[in-house]
């Protein structure tokens, strides 16, 4: 470190890399006359992050449940970006692949269960003023309560729906 460098003022960082657990930025500072000069750091983190781990060999195509893992802090070393760092709520997990024992649970080894799928045949409700009316469509893409999906009448007509029950959606 330059001997001045207590009377050096911080004007910015800038990270340069990133990698597990370590990397290096650029401090950008104002020195005394005015002028930028830029210091190099590497730095090194060692550090915990709670995630969830398998706790018994999962099967493919098994919902998820509590039984299933448990909470454990794991090195920045060991850390996945993708990682689950919490229970999912309100969602339901299906597991894509067989998942070890003591293996951390990421995004990418599960899909989701939707209340429609792709390929179900729905009720749709078409409201004008006050009639409804109630036609069979087939659902285009996957969907949950609240989301908005693409839907096939038996004419081929494609109309976007909005989910209000697990076999029912509204049409706009």
């Known amino acids: 470190m330059p001997q001045d460098f207590s009377?050096?003022?911080?004007?910015?960082?800038?990270?340069?890399?990133?990698?597990?657990n370590d990397g290096n930025f650029r401090a950008l500072y104002e020195m005394p006359n005015k002028l930028n000069k830029s210091i190099f750091f590497k730095?090194?983190?060692?550090?915990?992050?709670?995630?969830?781990?398998?706790?018994?060999?999962?099967d493919r195509d098994h919902i998820l449940n509590l039984s299933d893992y448990e909470q454990k802090?794991?090195?920045?070393?060991?850390?996945?970006?993708?990682?689950l760092k919490e229970a999912p709520k309100n969602i339901k997990l299906i597991t894509r692949t067989r998942i070890k024992r003591g293996k951390i649970l990421t995004n990418r080894q599960f899909k989701t269960l939707s209340d429609i799928?792709?390929?179900?045949?729905?009720?749709?409700?078409?409201?004008?003023?006050?009639?409804?009316?109630?036609?069979l469509v087939t659902a285009l893409e996957d969907g949950n309560v609240g989301d908005i999906i693409q839907?096939?009448?038996?004419?081929?007509?494609?109309?976007?729906?909005?989910?209000?029950?697990k076999n029912r959606v509204l049409i706009r």
């Open 73 to 83: 802090s794991v090195s920045l070393k060991e850390y996945d970006k993708e990682a």
């Open 117 to 135: 799928k792709k390929g179900d045949l729905i009720n749709a409700v078409l409201k004008d003023g006050a009639l409804n009316i109630e036609v």
């Open 151 to 165: 839907v096939r009448n038996e004419n081929n007509q494609v109309f976007k729906a909005n989910v209000i029950s």
């Open 43 to 58: 730095f090194k983190i060692d550090a915990n992050v709670n995630v969830l781990v398998a706790i018994k060999d999962i």
């Open 7 to 20: 009377s050096y003022k911080l004007k910015d960082i800038f990270i340069l890399s990133i990698r597990s």
